[in-house]
């Protein structure tokens, strides 16, 4: 161990970035009174959580986009790979989720891992990551709901239909759905555990109703050739080119076996938020069982429904004419069948809510961790004494992602969410090999099976998706992680409350466990 025995002095690695938290003592943390979380969900809740912020409008639109421009047929193989990626990392989610029952996921995980610095850096992705998405979807949902005004011909005022074709507006939807979404995270988990499972009950339901009704206009002819042949891509050079592609120098292909592959990194992004899931750890009854459960079956609920909806819209259509912007509707308005078309949409509307919902939820609750942990104010790791909810880190958050949304074009959507996600799948899986070896003794009620081959293979699925990914995709991380670290060393090592501890012990020549089992071995 790095701590020096006996002499009352902690070492300079202690002291450094990479000091890490024991799990016992980010347990103890959450039994403080002004700092704890009530617990009230249960598997199905997390399950519902899960396929609530999984399934959004990706499942109606990048199913078709992806098998016209990528994949043809085959997109259902590229969810299937997607999926297999997702599994790896959610395995690993499952026993750290197990064996630190914390609230943060990702951060808290690689905190007790990995170390103070590399788990600020991954907050502080999140964080970011999730109220982009936040704002980002709630900007999608207030365009569904415009469109249903005007059908009914109720029309917005230009000035308050937000940013669209270059003429400035707010988008007074987006705003409000983001705070009324607020309110409802911070009057407690069980409500809001409500409410998004009626929004996923519709939405699944509609879901359901369009594989059925898709399946009998399937004509076999449309799925031939399976996979068509391959054909290079052009144009898209210099940042816009993946980055595996500038490192070395082979030409990309659309279709075919590769294009398969290349489509996997694309509609990886429609599985982005099961580890969502891990962020409530803190507030189940049960963590220990029913997270894994609910990360689990959330994902595999997921997966099939998206190779279901694959394999109907490129069986109702031949993947060369589908439409890019609503293929599944679009498809069933060209068959005759408007009325599945409606259906459709109003699927979409309802479940950008509970999307907007969970994102808001898990940016809170790795906010009031790192808030709890010092590296962020402590006065937002407070919980409410009567809901039992991190409602000062809900509602400054509500509120920034709120005024975001308001002035966020959806032109402007960068596909930031998919390499930070990828990016805390990799930490994860590092995370389970390295507390492995200097915690074996931990309890651990889910275990990752065949480790470490498990999490090598989820880290390097996951770096090939992310070298997939466009190098100016890349270039904007880099500058998130510059500002993440410059934040760091500014505020965030400077009122650590791991290094406080640290400090005082130091001072006063006394070592505890905190500072024999808290540190790197």
Request: one cysteine or more; charged letters at 15%; hydrophobic letters at 50%.
């Amino acid at each position: 161990m790095s701590t020096q025995h006996g002499t009352g002095k902690v070492s300079r690695r202690d002291r450094g970035m990479f000091r890490t938290k024991t799990v016992e003592q980010s347990i103890q943390d959450t039994e403080e009174p002004e700092h704890s979380l009530k617990k009230s969900l249960s598997a199905l809740d997390l399950t519902v959580f899960g396929v609530g912020v999984v399934i959004g409008t990706g499942i109606f639109v990048l199913t078709g986009k992806i098998a016209k421009e990528q994949a043809g047929p085959a997109v259902a193989l590229s969810f299937v790979v997607a999926g297999v990626v997702c599994a790896l990392a959610a395995l690993c989610y499952a026993e750290f989720a197990s064996t630190v029952p914390v609230a943060g996921s990702a951060y808290t995980f690689s905190y007790a891992s990995l170390g103070e610095l590399p788990a600020w850096i991954i907050g502080w992705d999140l964080i970011l990551e999730l109220a982009l998405g936040c704002a980002v979807v709630a900007v999608g949902w207030s365009g569904y709901i415009r469109s249903l005004m005007d059908s009914a011909g109720w029309h917005l005022p230009a000035g308050l239909s937000g940013t669209h074709e270059g003429v400035f507006g707010f988008d007074l939807l987006a705003c409000i759905l983001v705070l009324v979404l607020t309110g409802i995270l911070v009057l407690g988990m069980k409500l809001s555990s409500r409410v998004t499972a009626v929004i996923v009950g519709i939405k699944v339901t509609v879901v359901l109703l369009v594989i059925i009704a898709g399946a009998f206009f399937i004509s076999g002819a449309n799925y031939q050739p399976f996979i068509p042949p391959s054909e290079p891509v052009t144009g898209g050079g210099g940042l816009a080119a993946p980055l595996v592609q500038l490192m070395f120098g082979f030409t990309p292909s659309n279709f075919g076996t590769m294009g398969i592959f290349a489509a996997a990194a694309v509609v990886f992004f429609a599985f982005i938020g099961f580890d969502i899931v891990a962020t409530a750890a803190e507030e189940t009854r049960n963590p220990q069982r029913d997270v894994p459960r609910g990360i689990l079956g959330s994902l595999a609920i997921c997966t099939l429904l998206y190779v279901a909806v694959s394999v109907v819209v490129t069986g109702m259509e031949k993947y060369s004419r589908l439409s890019t912007d609503a293929p599944l509707a679009d498809a069933f308005k060209d068959l005759g069948h408007p009325f599945f078309a409606n259906i459709i949409s109003f699927g979409a509307a309802v479940g950008l809510t509970s999307v907007c919902m969970i994102l808001l939820l898990g940016q809170s609750r790795v906010f009031f961790a790192m808030s709890r942990d010092g590296l962020m104010p402590r006065i937002f790791s407070r919980s409410h004494p009567r809901f039992g909810t991190p409602y000062r880190a809900t509602i400054l958050l509500g509120v920034i992602v709120a005024i975001a949304s308001g002035f966020t074009s959806i032109d402007v959507l960068a596909e930031l969410v998919n390499i930070g996600t990828l990016f805390a799948f990799v930490v994860v899986a590092v995370g389970v090999i390295i507390l492995r070896s200097s915690r074996p003794d931990l309890p651990r009620s889910f275990r990752t099976p065949l480790v470490p081959f498990v999490p090598l293979l989820s880290v390097l699925a996951s770096l090939w998706l992310m070298l997939n990914l466009p190098a100016e995709t890349w270039v904007r991380f880099g500058i998130w992680m510059v500002v993440g670290f410059g934040i760091y060393f500014v505020y965030g090592r400077g009122h650590s409350r791991l290094g406080m501890r640290m400090r005082q012990k130091g001072r006063t020549g006394t070592e505890g466990q905190e500072g024999a089992a808290g540190t790197r071995p």
